[in-house]
């Protein structure tokens, strides 16, 4: 059974920073493309950014130089760290690994910034 497991969200000033980070088990974690999702109130669920299992990271263009995304196969968890936030960041994140065959999400982590 797949799970992913989210948190470090919460609530932040405009310019600060958070770290989220997804504990994930149920797959095969080293070889697996991750990635990072937000979806905002009244929009669609977004690509924020993603990393394959060699380490090759891609970004939305909104957050580039502010989020980095990373990975520790040894402990199969992904991470989000994210810089310089606006508050058009505020969002639901989700951890989710869409790659493979089926696709898997966590639950979500509620990030809001206050202007």
């Known amino acids: 059974q797949v799970q992913l497991v989210e948190s470090g969200g919460g609530l932040v000033q405009a310019g600060g920073s958070l770290r989220l980070s997804c504990a994930a088990s149920?797959?095969?974690?080293?070889?697996?493309?991750m990635e990072w999702y937000r979806q905002a109130p009244g929009k669609q669920r977004e690509w924020v950014a993603g990393?394959?299992?060699?380490?090759?990271?891609n970004y939305l263009d909104s957050v580039k130089g502010r989020f980095t995304i990373s990975r520790d196969n040894a402990k199969n968890r992904v991470y989000l760290q994210m810089k310089s936030l606006k508050s058009e960041d505020t969002a639901v994140y989700y951890c989710?690994?869409?790659?493979?065959?089926?696709?898997?999400w966590g639950q979500g982590t509620q990030v809001t910034v206050s202007s």
């Open positions: 149920g797959i095969i974690f080293s070889i697996t493309a």
């Open positions: 990393i394959t299992g060699g380490g090759r990271r």
């Open positions: 989710a690994s869409t790659s493979g065959a089926a696709n898997y």
